[in-house]
């Protein structure tokens, strides 16, 4: 059996190399020319490691006095444009919010709180309170100071019951008194109180390690601006797609929606004013993204394809660097739906993928150590719990997941039913029903839909009828939240916070919990993840990796594989970063001259 797995994945990787496909924000996986194609076949043997890349610029050259950078923001589709914090809900719109908004708090690289930001805080002796004083030299765009109001004003609309965000989930609900606001029981938020205009206290019910290192909200929303605009119209509100506004280090001077804005730089910032004079940020298709790059026509972009790496590791007017993301690719299970009146995950007993021994074989079926190696070039690996190797301290290595064993997922459904009893080669449920199983991908670049075509023919190996759909990125994520009947198993991708919490993906109350599955033991593990006893490093370790066991043991969903962020920048470029707690800020990036620099 695994012999001809082994077959069927090297006809797979032959195949890719003709197929064709368009990327998405998520998935990097963005193509290059044919010639490209090609010098990717050739290097094809060659692996790489992220151990190989430094995550800071190293700066060539002499600055120069202004200047101007283009921002390549690699999709497929335009970006939605719902540039505001409280509102957005997808990466693309996030690299745009990056050039002119930020949050009131940074973070060092353990992904803890600074005294660095554009807010300052203190916590009381036990722990609930904490006390922001933001400084007196941060003010929006148009000039109005950033206040107390702002930062509790964006509390009350994320929990307004009108609201049409992603953010009211589990850290939102921790503040004291906001389940009162938002079921009408109370007109203020008993928790939060703005002692003047620049300070805020926020008091928390239950006191976690987590409110240092992420669970806070951190983006204001400007008052004086919003307060007039009905909770359900904001996200749609010309404020938030037209004329955005934010107290960033650049400040949006015109929209293409979907396509490109322009910057210009805010001289008011308060970190100091930006060396550049302006940004322009452009949605390039990946099919052209190595082109882009060796003409200067963009200096940086969001996300570089890794399976084309070893074509272009030596191009010659970009520096690439590189840094272990926070973030992973799963396949998930569909397993409930969203309550909204309820606000919370319904697990549905009678859903296709409700037994675990399925979900088990299909885990089992997946060679992701492979798919790492041929696909990725060794700049994506086996992926083998669901929290990453971003977080050093609480990634459990010593588990290895549901490890690649056709002949124990054959075993698995062989033992709980699964039988084929037509002869046609899928098998039946175990009451001898057909069994048919729907699974949509997203679009990506040359590796997308070969990879995806690959885990069908794993399943299909096992015996398993598999249905493939690729959808571009907003229809995906679309059905993934409206909870799609067509939709039964699907690979999503999902970023890590700064905390490595994962109740923001898997908590029984969180909206982009998309599988819907829960239980009571997960529920108590997520508690005491973010318990006072927490605070203790080593409790918290233990907490988090009998978790990751739970989830294997349950699989509700199971990782693919971890990823490298690969970022190559214009050698004219002084001052960038990627990763977290580089101290490397947007308002320092310089160039060298003003001309493009291209390739050799």
């Known amino acids: 059996m695994k012999s001809t797995m082994k077959y069927l994945f090297a006809l797979m990787l032959v195949l890719m190399l003709a197929l064709a496909a368009c990327g998405s924000p998520d998935e990097t996986e963005e193509g290059g020319s044919d010639a490209d194609e090609n010098a990717a076949e050739d290097n094809g043997d060659e692996l790489y490691s992220i151990d190989d890349f430094s995550n800071i610029k190293t700066n060539e050259g002499e600055a120069i006095e202004g200047g101007t950078v283009t921002f390549g923001l690699v999709s497929d589709t335009a970006f939605e444009g719902t540039l505001n914090w409280n509102f957005y809900s997808g990466n693309p719109d996030a690299q745009v919010l990056n050039w002119f908004d930020e949050p009131l708090l940074t973070w060092d690289e353990n992904y803890v709180y600074t005294q660095d930001g554009a807010a300052t805080y203190e916590v009381s002796e036990d722990g609930h309170t904490f006390t922001f004083t933001i400084r007196d030299n941060v003010n929006w765009h148009d000039g109005e100071p950033v206040t107390a109001e702002d930062w509790l004003f964006a509390h009350e609309v994320i929990a307004h019951p009108d609201y049409d965000g992603p953010r009211y989930g589990s850290d939102i609900r921790n503040v004291e008194g906001i389940e009162e606001f938002r079921a009408g029981e109370a007109d203020t938020i008993s928790g939060i109180e703005v002692i003047d205009e620049k300070t805020l206290a926020i008091t928390y019910k239950e006191v976690s390690p987590s409110l240092v290192t992420g669970s806070i909200w951190t983006y204001p929303l400007a008052k004086h601006i919003f307060e007039d605009i009905p909770v359900e119209d904001m996200s749609s509100s010309p404020e938030v797609r037209q004329n955005p506004i934010g107290f960033g280090p650049f400040i949006v001077d015109t929209i293409t929606p979907g396509e490109s804005v322009t910057y210009v730089k805010n001289e008011d910032y308060w970190r100091g004013e930006p060396n550049l004079d302006g940004v322009t940020l452009r949605v390039i298709n990946p099919n052209t993204v190595v082109q882009e790059l060796q003409t200067g026509a963009v200096d940086m ?300």
């Open 301 to 600: 972009v969001s996300s570089f394809p890794v399976d084309q790496f070893p074509a272009n590791a030596d191009m010659s007017n970009v520096e690439f660097l590189g840094d272990i993301d926070r973030a992973y690719t799963y396949i998930g299970f569909k397993l409930g739906h969203w309550d909204e009146e309820a606000g919370e995950n319904v697990v549905d007993p009678d859903m296709k993928m409700g037994d675990v021994n399925l979900r088990r074989a299909m885990a089992h079926a997946i060679d992701d150590t492979t798919v790492g190696e041929r696909f990725y070039h060794g700049l994506r690996w086996n992926g083998t719990t669901l929290i990453p190797p971003s977080h050093p301290e609480f990634h459990d290595d010593a588990n290895e997941g549901l490890v690649f064993d056709v002949e124990l997922a054959n075993q698995i459904l062989d033992e709980a039913g699964y039988e084929d009893v037509t002869g046609d080669g899928f098998r039946e449920t175990p009451e001898g029903e057909e069994l048919v199983i729907n699974f949509a991908s997203m679009t990506g670049g040359d590796t997308a839909e070969p990879l995806a075509q690959y885990y069908v023919q794993s399943w299909r190996e096992i015996g398993l009828n598999v249905d493939l759909e690729m959808l571009e990125f907003n229809t995906f994520y679309d059905r993934v939240e409206e909870d799609h009947p067509d939709i039964d198993v699907y690979q999503g991708a999902w970023g890590v916070g700064i905390d490595v919490d994962p109740t923001g993906l898997w908590g029984p109350v969180s909206p982009m919990n998309y599988t819907r599955w829960t239980n009571e033991e997960n529920t108590r593990l997520l508690r005491e993840g973010v318990s006072s006893e927490a605070f203790d490093l080593d409790y918290r370790a233990e907490v988090y990796n009998e978790w990751q066991q739970l989830m294997v043991e349950e699989v509700p969903a199971f990782p693919t594989v971890y990823r490298a962020v690969l970022s190559p920048v214009n050698n004219r470029v002084h001052n960038y970063a990627i990763g977290d707690g580089t101290g490397v800020y947007r308002y320092q990036i310089a160039v060298t001259q003003e001309d493009r620099l291209a390739a050799e």
